[in-house]
């Protein structure tokens, strides 16, 4: 279990790993309680696969019209927000017009602790 401190940056990246070319896929990462996404627009952001990125409450989903066989990745950053114990649930993948091609991911346990504030005597 990684522990961050309230306030960190996280930097989550999904890494594809592709057999084969494929076209119109969609990968959907579920944003663990207690996070929030830096990032809220969602729209083109430049990244190498090209995807359109949607931000939403309980996830962030990346839309890919071409995939080319290899390996690629899209990342986007989180901010921990609320102290606790979190489970950041399995990220998976689909093709949107061929529902048996299928992907999924391994889930993270993640702890948030309290920032302490620093105290100052003068």
């Known amino acids: 279990m990684q522990t961050l401190t309230s ?3 996280v930097e989550v990246e999904l890494v594809i790993q592709s057999k084969n070319d494929y076209e119109y896929l969609v990968f959907e990462d579920m ?3 207690g996070f929030e996404a830096v990032q809220v627009q969602s729209g083109y952001n430049g990244n190498a ?3 359109y990125v949607e931000f939403r409450d309980e996830r962030v989903s990346f839309f890919v019209r071409q995939l080319a066989r290899g390996k ?51």
């Open 7 to 9: 306030g960190d940056l």
């Open 31 to 33: 944003k663990p309680a």
């Open 49 to 51: 696969m090209g995807a």
């Open 72 to 122: 690629h990745s899209v990342s986007y950053r989180l901010r921990a927000e609320i102290p606790g114990k979190f489970s950041a649930l399995p990220a998976h993948g689909y093709a949107m017009y061929a529902p048996e091609l299928k992907a999924n991911a391994d889930e993270v346990k993640l702890r948030v602790i309290d920032a302490v504030p620093q105290v100052s005597h003068q």
